[in-house]
């Protein structure tokens, strides 16, 4: 019988027990969403893409009873200070609201284990579902907790041939790989990291690594982390903005996916202000298709009167306007056209491709996106430098291949690694590789309408069938062939995922 997973040394909670323990774009999202959409009802659905890879019963009790102890968790004094003090961004409202924020998975959250074949075991394998429904505000937190509970569940109880061993030495020295070549790269392993104890390993780990390189006087950098718990833990910064999700969300809400992607980036600036929180996401209905809008003029306004000062997006976060106020008295941005005089004293209005820092590449392929971007901001006559953010499936080779290839294109290449540094294992008694779980939660409707991702691979898109096929003919979306694209390989023994 295969070995378990040996204790870590400091006995640590089983679980999720901090508000916290997510990514960042999770919150800067709950916070527009809070500001724009409060009563919007959504679904989502979850996805094992790695079907060989199955949980037992006793794995699904184990996550169900977690599941359950969300509804415990609450903001501390600590983290709301936290908040307000580091990620200055999030509107006074949005801080209110999440310090009386309570999960309620018994009302949200429906869960349930199809075995393979009963036999009443807890040792029986089979298939779990999950959905999430409720209010956009009040769902829009359980992905993160879900998906890592769900990893924690499977190589607690079904996957046990492995132990910590290593772990910190091993992001220890992938950090100063990464570094001695003058690499940016952050933390992106929240949803799949093996467990809890994984993650903070490896944050340990990466944090020696980057000291060392200082030391050294190598030009690469730590950024910081996606999960803002360990951010705060750490004293790094939190690192993120915006997921597929948001885009995906107003588009359903919408209902008009030609102009979707403008709608988001004007929803989006008038939340926190053009230039903040700046690393655009290009793929979720395809990147050609997010180029046209990500041209357009941001509106210097983009929310409506009255309360100018709780919804100009300059001066949302130090509105002293109730957060009731705030939310009735602000409408969409697509309810408050622009008016002729609004516009800068140039009389030439910045473009969203202006006023972004850069873009994320999260599906298809790198060398093509590099090469579709520059093509861009050459097209608008932009010559700043802009950073791209690589963070799908990298590794150490990887990240080095695409950041010569992005900086021989003038970009400033930057990356998310996620699960190849918080769930890189390999058996105990084999060396073989011990691979993750490749699961996803997914936003699946919204406002009564499917909610679809398309992205740049045909792997990753996401949603009801006929939606996705109609908004590729609406859009004219051209598939593109990629090598790297076939998901179902995604966690073979040379791949890992972001």
């Known amino acids: 019988m295969a070995t378990s997973a040996s204790a870590p040394e400091t006995v640590l909670p089983e679980g999720i027990f901090s508000l916290l323990d997510t990514d960042l774009y999770k919150l800067t999202m709950q916070c527009a969403v809070l500001k724009y959409f409060p009563d919007v009802y959504v679904t989502y659905g979850f996805t094992n893409r790695t079907p060989d890879k199955k949980l037992s019963r006793r794995a699904f009790k184990w996550l169900e ?22 990620c200055t ?11 009386e924020f309570r999960f309620r998975p018994s009302d949200q959250v429906l869960i349930s284990f199809v075995p393979h074949h009963d036999s009443g075991s807890d040792e029986d394998i ?50 100063q790989s990464l570094l001695r070549h003058g690499c940016l790269f952050s933390e992106f392993g929240t949803r ?27 030009t690469g950098k730590f950024t910081g982390t996606s999960n803002v718990h360990f951010a705060m833990r750490y004293g790094i910064p939190p690192i993120g903005t915006v997921a597929h999700e948001w885009f995906m969300g107003v588009a359903a809400i919408t209902n008009d996916y030609e102009n979707a992607s403008e709608i988001a980036l004007r929803y989006w600036t008038g939340c926190f202000g053009s230039g903040v929180l700046g690393i655009a996401l290009t793929d ?33 976060a130090s509105s002293t306007l ?26 030439k209005p910045q473009t969203y491709a202006q006023v972004f820092t850069g873009v994320r590449q999260d599906s298809g392929d790198p060398a093509g996106f590099i090469k579709m971007m520059r093509d861009f901001y050459d097209n608008e006559g932009i010559r700043e430098k802009k950073t791209i953010v690589f963070s799908d499936s990298l590794n150490i080779e990887l990240c080095l291949e695409y950041m010569q290839e992005a900086e021989d294109a003038g970009f400033k290449p930057t990356f998310g690694v996620g699960t190849f540094l918080t769930n890189d294992f390999t058996r105990a008694h084999t060396d073989e590789k011990s691979t993750p779980l490749n699961i996803v939660i997914k936003l699946s409707s919204a406002a009564g309408r499917p909610a679809i991702k398309i992205s740049d691979n045909i792997g990753k898109n996401t949603g009801d069938e006929e939606t996705v096929e109609l908004v590729k003919r609406s859009l004219g979306y051209v598939e593109h062939a990629w090598e790297g694209g076939d998901e179902s390989t995604r966690w073979g023994a040379e791949a890992y995922g972001a």
């Not at 961004?89 to 310090?99: D, E, F």
């Not at 929310?303 to 001066?315: E, F, K, M, V, Y």
């Not at 008295?329 to 004293?345: F, G, K, L, V, W």
């Open 65 to 86: 009873a977690q599941i359950q102890k969300l509804g415990n968790i609450e903001l501390s004094t600590e983290e709301q200070m936290y908040l307000r003090t580091t």
């Open 89 to 99: 961004y999030l509107n006074q409202p949005y801080l209110r609201y999440l310090a």
């Open 126 to 175: 089979g298939d779990v579902h999950v959905d999430v429904k409720g209010l956009w505000v009040e769902t829009i937190l359980y992905e993160i907790p879900l998906l890592a509970l769900t990893s924690e569940a499977y190589f607690l109880c079904c996957d046990r041939d492995w132990t910590y061993k290593g772990q910190e030495d091993k992001a220890c020295h992938k950090a």
């Open 192 to 218: 799949r990291r093996r467990d809890y104890h994984t993650q903070d390993l490896v944050l340990q780990g990466l944090r020696r690594g980057a000291e060392s390189a200082e030391h050294k006087g190598w």
């Open 284 to 316: 979720t209905f395809g990147t050609p298709t997010f180029l046209e809008a990500f041209k357009q003029p941001v509106p210097q306004f983009t929310t409506a009167a009255p309360g100018r000062s709780a919804t100009l997006a300059s001066t949302a």
């Open 322 to 347: 109730s957060a009731t106020d705030s939310l009735s008295d602000t409408s969409p941005p697509i309810h408050a056209p622009i008016q002729d005089n609004e516009t800068p004293r140039d009389g």
